[in-house]
């Protein structure tokens, strides 16, 4: 087996990990809740002149807290929405109850994060447990790296316990939805020890809470990293490394990305309805709008090219039939087709442009030329120019800015387009390209 074919195996077994594609499509579960979210947040911030005099009329002086009910009851539910479905789709890849799993976690999740606030009672000149609530700092996108190690730590306890026949089981005449719950007593119980231990012994360091100790240890360093130019760009660049060899490369990279612009996106959201800097570059959806038009390796003009300005047929009907796609960022035809997988010509374009796109937006967001994005969450098939506006809430240096990304990406596949175009050209008349050599 040669080495590519080794690489392609490890990267399927990775792609296909049960655990990887949990918290894959539980991150993008929480996609349905925050688009619906974003509507109320451009309604109110739309970019109209005169519009908060309208809104002010229609809702009152205290318009903008009204229209933030939503937005505060999906971004900042963001975090339990992800545990559930993390939860969900890791019990079901076991093959034990999906439901439970999820509701387990869900109990487990708040065994584990401190719900009460200490305050000074005047009358007792003490301090005392006086609340029972839960910060939304526990329950939004800031909570997402504990709600998905709940999660899979939940699911796995559960399943074990589960299938090792630890359970109370009731007589076979009893309805499945009764017996599936008393079956589920024993796992809820066994997963809320261990989190109220895990609980217990952080409250004896100096860190007191999990998600303190979860910010200092992990999260604050990875987001560190991945607001910086190069720890990003390394990250973008396996994602299509991956795609190079036959590899879905978002499958890949998607369970790390996803989180980190998660959270990017909600600070930038935070800082947006309060009237604050943004402060991060790489928010969602940055790479709908920088990285993935027409699908992963900015494949947009590239597609194009193949379609208008191709004289191979081959290479003119693909790319006909993968424009279409292409305009809604889905990029399989071309990818295939070509093909670019597996071909060494196109590999250099493919993350050149990529590259390009990571570089452009942060270049102009680093420099103040170009806004940065303010936590409006849009669907990853809009399309380009469209995407931008709605992003950036009508920022017209976004679009611009992802104008630029695409004359970039244009100038880098064209010589490439070139080269295949004519092989492909040369192929169907039945010739052999030759390689040009000089009289010496």
């Not at 990029?331 to 997988?341: D, K, R, T």
Request: net charge neutral.
């Amino acid at each position: 087996m040669s080495f590519m074919d080794k690489f392609q195996e490890i990267g399927f077994k990775f792609s296909n990990q049960r655990h990887m594609d949990a918290i894959k499509n539980g991150v993008l579960s929480s996609l349905p809740a925050t688009l619906a979210g974003s509507l109320f947040l451009i309604i109110r911030f739309l970019p109209v002149p005169g519009w908060s005099g309208v809104l002010e009329t229609v809702l009152g002086p205290n318009y903008g807290a009204i229209l933030s009910y939503p937005v505060a009851a999906t971004f900042d539910m963001a975090g339990i929405i992800v545990l559930l479905s993390v939860a969900y789709n890791l019990a079901k890849s076991y093959k034990v109850d999906p439901f439970m799993g999820a509701i387990i976690a869900l109990s487990g999740y708040f065994t584990l994060t401190p719900s009460f606030h200490m305050q000074k009672v005047a009358e007792l000149d003490k301090m005392m447990q006086v609340s029972g609530s839960w910060a939304l700092s526990y329950t939004g996108a800031s909570s997402l790296f504990i709600t998905i190690f709940t999660a899979l730590v939940s699911v796995e306890i559960y399943r074990k316990v589960v299938q090792k026949g630890f359970v109370i089981k009731l007589p076979d005449m009893v309805p499945p939805n009764v017996s599936n719950n008393f079956m589920a007593i024993i796992p809820t119980f066994i997963v809320l020890v261990v989190m109220w231990f895990i609980r217990v012994i952080i409250s004896l360091t100096p860190y007191d809470t999990i998600h303190n100790l979860v910010s200092v240890m992990i999260q604050t360093p990875l987001l560190k990293l991945g607001n910086t130019f190069l720890g990003y760009s390394v990250l973008i660049f396996l994602k299509d490394l991956f795609w190079t060899i036959g590899i879905h490369g978002p499958n890949m990279l998607s369970p790390i990305l996803l989180p980190i612009e998660i959270l990017f996106r909600d600070a930038n959201r935070l800082a947006f309805e309060t009237g604050e800097a943004l402060p991060y570059i790489f928010a969602t959806p940055y790479r709908s709008l920088f990285i993935q038009l027409g699908g992963s390796g900015n494949t947009f003009m590239f597609t194009l090219m193949c379609a208008f300005l191709g004289k191979s047929e081959r290479v003119k009907s693909i790319g006909k039939l993968a424009l279409g796609p292409a305009i809604f960022q889905i990029n399989e035809p071309i990818i295939f087709g070509i093909p670019i997988v597996l071909n060494p010509i196109m590999m250099v374009p493919f993350l050149l442009s990529s590259f390009s796109g990571v570089a452009v937006g942060y270049l102009g967001m680093s420099l103040g030329l170009v806004g940065r994005l303010p936590g409006i969450d849009i669907p990853w098939t809009t399309p380009p120019i469209i995407n931008a506006y709605m992003a950036s809430n009508g920022d017209l240096t976004v679009v611009l800015a992802q104008i630029v990304t695409l004359m970039v990406t244009a100038v880098i596949y064209y010589p490439f387009f070139r080269i295949v175009d004519k092989q492909a050209l040369a192929e169907e008349r039945g010739e052999t390209i030759v390689p040009s050599t000089e009289n010496k």
